[in-house]
């Protein structure tokens, strides 16, 4: 078992920058994977960036340039920084730890509000 708690989201303007940040009560480095996903209003929850053990990562095209991933297994935190953000990025961020079996563990969220 492992509890997550994201931080880091807010109102910011279009084209401005945010950092959400998850820390885990465990170690990550016990999992199979980090991700980030994230749920707008009316749509269903997307994977948004993920990072494996072995430090692969991979991201939805709608952020690949915008948005990083990255970890600190000393820390137990994963980290998502958002560059240029977009009215359509305005969502509920999910940070998620996934077993080697697809298992998912889920933080409460973190709302995103990006302005025109």
């Known amino acids: 078992q492992v509890q997550l708690v994201e931080s880091g989201g807010g109102l910011v303007q279009a084209g401005g920058s945010l950092r959400l940040s998850c820390a885990a009560s465990g170690s990550i480095f016990s999992f199979n994977a980090m991700a980030w996903h994230r749920q707008a209003p009316g749509k269903q929850r997307e994977l948004v960036a993920a990072?494996?053990?072995?430090?692969?990562?991979n991201y939805a095209d709608s952020v690949k340039g915008r948005f990083t991933i990255s970890r600190d297994n000393a820390k137990n935190t994963v980290y998502l920084q958002m560059n240029n953000l977009k009215a359509e990025d305005t969502a509920v961020y999910y940070c998620?730890?996934?077993?080697?079996?697809?298992?998912?563990?889920w933080g409460q969220g973190t709302q995103v509000t990006v302005s025109s």
């Open positions: 998620a730890a996934v077993s080697i079996s697809d298992r998912h563990w």
């Open positions: 990072m494996t053990t072995t430090g692969s990562k």
